[in-house]
């Protein structure tokens, strides 16, 4: 709100002051405010012209946050702006759990910038991955949802993880460089460690930013936040050779479920998002179409003009599947809103008229007719590449 007011001159504040459950003034309201510190508001910047090589990373210690009420008061403010899932639970997070961590990025007048709430997870035991098959432990939630997903690939919680909770920049300096740099600072911190991960609400600015700072998607949620209306995502960036061998597979696994599931749990996921989601592969995968019973002759069929789509979608289907399966590597090279058409038509299963509405004009496509021929073209560019 201080922000908005110094950088607007019209500016119509509205405050609701009047309690639903207390009095007015009541001094345990007044109380809870500075305790959870809930009137936060990031630090205010005397100079914008910063580069994140200017910057001083560094480990907050929990005594000293605790201690110094301005530090913790900018940093809870800077999450509070930055940031839309923040709970007064966090703060007792940080202040109790000593695998909960902060590291940041200071300003060279002492302001903090950037911040990220970091946390070890992994290095588990073989009793304690027994306990993780019954129920989840705190502070282990990407050991806990690699053991629901992937029950074969649960040696990742035997590996040493660090995972990012959040991640926050200064609203000034958004689009710079500073949430990359502080993720670099972290990772040469912790490359001891095997694995880093974070787990987010899955739009195309965070898997943007995950992904161009070298992480892999390895899981999505089945149900979207009720909040945000997104599905949790998962990405690891393997360090260590163990790490490295289980994200191939890891990788591999979440396209095969995602495939599978965009025919229902995602049906109306964006097609951009579900692209950006299968695009971004690790290791190297090769994987040919398998067809069944009559499926490649009527493949064939739909080639020649003898059949039409319809008539053939299922085996079409397992060809597209076998496309995205493959690394990004070992794949034909389609440009993207060619894949888009893919996704749409042959994993997501819309109508040619859905397809026509979402692509027609990025395709330049003016009719249905041309958007099949279209589709029947690239069709058989993978059977040239895929069934040699």
Known sequence: MNRLKKQRTNVLEIE????VRYASNDP???????????????????????KPIETLYSALNRDELFEKDE?????????????????????????????HEVRTLFSQEGKVIAAAHVCTEGDLSDSQLKLLEKKDLKGQLIPSMILRYYPHLKALGKLKGLRIVRIAVHAQLHNRGFGSHLLSKIEEEFKRFDWLGSSFGANHRLLSFWFKNGYYPILIGARRNPVSGEFSTVVLKPISIAS????????????????ESLYDSYFDMDSELA???????????????????????RLESFLKDLVIYE??????????KAHFIASEQKRVKIEKDYERLLILKSLQGRSWEAVHRILGLTLGVKTI?????LYKSLIQKMCEAYLK
């Open 244 to 259: 490295q061998k289980l994200c191939v597979e890891l990788s591999k696994e979440f396209r095969l479920r995602f495939l």
């Open 275 to 297: 692209w950006m989601l299968l695009s971004k592969t690790y290791g190297e995968v090769d994987v040919k179409p398998e067809f069944k019973g009559s499926q490649r002759l």
């Open 16 to 19: 609701m002051k009047e309690p």
């Open 71 to 99: 530090l913790l008061r900018d940093l809870i403010g800077l999450y509070i702006t930055t940031h839309y899932r923040n709970k007064p639970d966090d703060l007792a997070i940080l202040g109790n759990s000593p695998n």
């Open 28 to 50: 345990v309201e007044s109380w809870l405010y500075d305790v959870l510190v809930l009137d936060a508001e990031q630090p205010s910047l005397t100079r914008l012209e910063i």
């Open 369 to 373: 007719n041309d958007l099949r021929s």
């Open 311 to 320: 008539g053939a979608s299922d085996a079409i289907r397992a060809l597209v």
